[in-house]
């Protein structure tokens, strides 16, 4: 079934650690886009990625950067993590119908 | 710059009862599309609704439907005869169709339907 893989669901990293969030399109998608909500918060557009190139940047710190690799899938890579970076990151891909975008389950990240 | 503004952090309603939940947007495009989607607790973000800025008629789906008051910017979901499993966080959002088509998200309401 069409879909959004986001691998892991959960994870918790400590202070300064790194976290590499990835994100599966299924059937391939040459678009993708990545967003982050904070607890009790609204979702905030990261990055997007279209034919493997970045194509657009939000909020996203310096310490972060993303991929969309020659299969499609993507990656979120973040370093030096802080407690505020704590959050549900979505990717997202245009919906065949019904113009909407299909969202995977999302990463629970905790820095601790 | 486009905003979209949710002015209900919170929401209750009877179980088969009707609810709206309103949003306004501001944008100065003229072509832009508008989303309702539903988070529940798991966290997984589910498509409810859409509508289209050149649309004549309001969308439906299912117990769904879309108030879009074009000249007022508004854009509210109704939801018919409530059921205890939409009780859950609801998010408008709007397609920056001059920019990358990314979504801007209003904060949310959260619903809560009781028995």
């Known amino acids: 079934a069409a879909g959004v893989i986001q691998s892991p669901r959960h994870l918790i990293k400590e202070k300064r650690e790194t976290a590499t969030l990835k994100c599966y399109p299924i059937p391939r998608h040459d678009t993708v886009y990545w967003y982050q909500q904070g607890p009790g918060q609204d979702p905030q557009f990261l990055i997007s990625?279209?034919?493997?190139?970045?194509?657009d940047k939000g909020s996203i710190p310096d310490r972060f950067s993303a991929q969309q690799f020659s299969d499609y899938h993507s990656e979120l890579n973040m370093s030096s993590l802080e407690l505020g970076d704590s959050a549900l990151y979505f990717c997202?891909?245009?919906?065949?119908?019904?113009?909407?975008?299909?969202f995977g389950s999302g990463t629970r990240l905790t820095v601790v | 710059a486009q905003k979209i503004t949710q002015t209900q952090p919170g929401m209750f309603v009877q179980e088969k009862e009707a609810v709206t939940l309103d949003c306004t947007y501001d944008?100065?495009?003229?072509?832009?599309?508008l989303f309702w989607y539903k988070q529940p607790s798991s966290g997984e973000m589910i498509f409810l609704i859409y509508q289209g800025s050149y649309d004549q008629q309001n969308a439906t789906e299912g117990r769904y439907s879309l108030n879009f008051q074009k000249a007022r910017k508004s854009a509210n979901l109704v939801i018919s005869a409530s059921q205890l499993g939409d009780s859950a966080m609801y998010f408008c959002?709007?397609?920056?169709?001059?920019?990358?088509?990314?979504?801007?998200w209003g904060l949310g309401t959260s619903l809560a339907v009781n028995p």
């Open positions: 959002a709007m397609r920056d169709d001059g920019n990358n088509r990314k979504l801007i």
């Open positions: 997202a891909v245009p919906g065949t119908s019904n113009y909407g975008y299909t």
């Open positions: 990625f279209y034919e493997k190139m970045q194509s």
């Open positions: 944008t100065s495009d003229p072509s832009y599309g």
